[in-house]
């Protein structure tokens, strides 16, 4: 079995625009405070390394989702800012594994708060490969993903939450990526699962363990690929279990959080090694959230490809 | 079937989002809300203390408020609330149960027997809020009267 190494440019163009696509899709967090799980890092392409640089700006403009539906707005909104460097590279032929470093930066009435983000590190394995560009069969990636607790969480948090960076926790994924390209047509969908690990937290407000669960990722997006361009739009849906404290003086249970996030993005493609992207993501269009905020913001991505 | 189904999977999926406006908030930004609660229906979950409170001046979106509360035992006798001073300063805690965040740490000052004062009251966005009353000993919290409202 022997992989093709050259990739025709017509193939290449719109599987590899596709990927620098998905990358911000997912990643988008709950506007206000942080949560989620971080984006894999995934080579989907035919490049043998890729390093990004993606920022980010997010503007919450519904503040409060509650978990009846209800939506809540007031006249002060935070916004978040977020800059995040991201490499992979292929460690044989089918097995890759990739870094993923955001930094984060929320400001609400002139009070800013910045800082690392959730680091999070991937392993994936091709395990549907594209070797012969089947008509039909997608490209399948599946990963592995740890999450490092080092951005603070909304529960560790003394100013109501605007100097939360991230989940918190220690957590571990498992997810998919599938990927098909038909004629200027790509097509992408990608599933996770994770699992976060309890902790303890002692704060000014809250004194005892941290007890999250489950939590799921579901994205798929379509993308329409001219010349150097592509255009494309998104969805990825977000829920996770209520996160139980568990206290001396009783439990707080916590609330389902979940939402959808759209992204329309326009990519252009300078040459094999060069692409940038400019997204544009709403909250507020799709889905039924809940116990959530809900956010609009740009992202621009530059990336750099090694083939193989 | 065998469309039917992803078919409606695909139309829940991609469903809009529907702004589902929120009932008037009556328990902070109404007229009658400043009243102060004085039945010592709001109580302490071990100590059978009793509370009531009222807001002495109501947060906004960008401003702090201060808010006053009177701590009672049950008379002997009758058990019609008698005011107590506290054994230390309690705390008040804003916490939002289901978003799983607090706010701004809150300064209270007593200003009389049994009479405290809140300060720095600060909600950092709308929803549905706890106000936690807690007496603590050292950093252990002892016991803990709880009020919701909704912002």
Known sequence: ??????????????????????????????????????????????????????????????DNVDSEGYWRRWDEHQQVQSFRIEGATLLSDRWQAGLAIPMIQRTRTGDTHSGLGDVAATLGYEFLPDWDYNPIRPKGVGYFQITLPTGLSKYESETGALDTRGNGFWSVGLGALFTKTFSDIDAFTSVDVHRSFSKSVRTSSIAGQLQPGFGGNFSAGLGYNFTAFRIGGALTWVVEDPVKIVQ?????????????????????????????????????????????????????????RWLR | ?????????????????????????????????????????????KSGLCLSWGWESQPTSTAMGSLVFKTYRANLLDQSPVQVDLESTPQVILWMPEMGHGSRPTTVNPIDVGTYRASDVFFVMPGKWEILFQIKSGE?????????VTI
């Open chain 1, 1 to 62: 079995m022997k992989r093709l190494l050259t990739l025709p440019f017509k193939i290449a163009l719109p599987i590899a625009m596709a990927l620098t696509v998905v990358a911000p899709s997912v990643a988008q967090a709950a506007a206000c405070c942080g949560g989620g799980f971080a984006s894999p890092t995934i080579i989907a392409g035919d490049q043998a390394s890729q390093f990004t640089l993606s920022y980010g700006f997010n503007s919450v403009v519904v």
């Open chain 1, 248 to 304: 001396p003086l009783g439990t707080i249970d916590g609330a389902v959080e979940r939402y959808t996030t759209a992204s329309l993005a326009l990519s252009y493609m300078k040459s094999d090694e060069w692409a940038g992207t400019l997204s544009y993501l709403d909250q507020t269009w799709f889905g039924s959230p809940t116990n959530t905020s809900l956010g609009r913001g740009l992202t621009i991505q530059i990336q750099r």
């Open chain 2, 1 to 45: 079937m065998k469309i039917v189904t992803p078919l409606i999977a695909a139309l829940i999926l991609t469903a809009c989002a529907q702004e589902k406006s929120p009932p008037p908030a009556k328990d902070l930004f109404s007229p009658t809300n400043g009243e102060r609660v004085t039945d010592c229906s709001i109580r302490f979950k």
């Open chain 2, 140 to 148: 252990s919290v002892l016991d803990e009267a709880v009020v919701n």
